[in-house]
């Protein structure tokens, strides 16, 4: 009866903290994110979450550690392709703070500016220049390691908030979306979102980079 007891006993602690974790702050509307009744504190969120054997040569602005495998040759393309992966996070941000509840200061204030110096781009260097399916168009893109035999121009990991990408950037904007959803539902309370959808329609953004002979970035906006 004592075991019994202490077993029942443990099982409604656990349904009591589960409780705990997902209680959230009051309704939400359609595609907004729910409020979260905590955010975990600072001194266990590291500065940066680097992906095994990830080497940065390249820091952004916002703070974002990028590794090139050599794929921008000078400087000034170096510069140009930093400010560009900025650009895509200001748009996901944006798309983000907009799914917010009104009066939001958490997520906005806190977690969402604090993101950026924990994702790592790569930018893949085992890319081609193939026919897209649909557009039939030129494009740079990688093979996929989820589908076999299929091209991809972007993908993320989830444990070290790693996107891969072309040099050209293509696909850039949904990834990183993705990986915002991932590290607000990780270090919240929160329930997980859907930011890689509800912020898809990021658009290409071109740079001054030289990826001819590929035709994709030519309707990237300026």
Request: glycine share 6%; with cysteine; hydrophobic share 40%.
């Amino acid at each position: 009866m004592a075991s019994n007891f202490l077993i029942a006993s443990i099982l409604v602690t656990f349904a009591l903290s589960s409780c705990a974790t997902h209680d959230l702050s009051g309704p939400t509307k359609p595609g907004q994110l729910a409020i979260a009744s905590m955010i975990t504190p600072d001194s266990e969120r590291q500065v940066y979450l680097s992906p095994t054997g990830f080497d940065a040569d390249l820091i952004t602005p916002d703070g974002i550690h990028v590794k090139t495998n050599g794929q921008y040759k000078t400087e000034s393309q170096k510069r140009a392709a930093a400010a560009t992966i900025d650009r895509y996070w200001h748009e996901v941000r944006s798309c983000a703070v907009q799914q917010l509840p009104p009066g939001d200061t958490m997520l906005s204030g806190k977690l969402i500016p604090e993101f950026p110096g924990h994702l790592s781009i790569e930018i893949a260097n085992q890319w081609h220049v193939i026919e897209g399916p649909v557009s039939h168009r030129k494009m740079q893109a990688f093979p996929s390691q989820v589908t076999p035999g299929a091209w991809v121009t972007a993908r993320r990991e989830e444990e070290a908030l790693l996107v891969e990408v072309v040099p050209e950037l293509i696909g850039l904007g949904r990834q990183m979306a993705g990986e915002l959803n991932l590290w607000l539902a990780g270090n919240t309370s929160a329930l997980p979102t859907d930011l890689a959808n509800l912020c898809a329609s990021v658009s290409c953004i071109r740079f001054d980079y030289d990826n001819s002979p590929s035709e994709a970035f030519g309707s990237c906006a300026d």
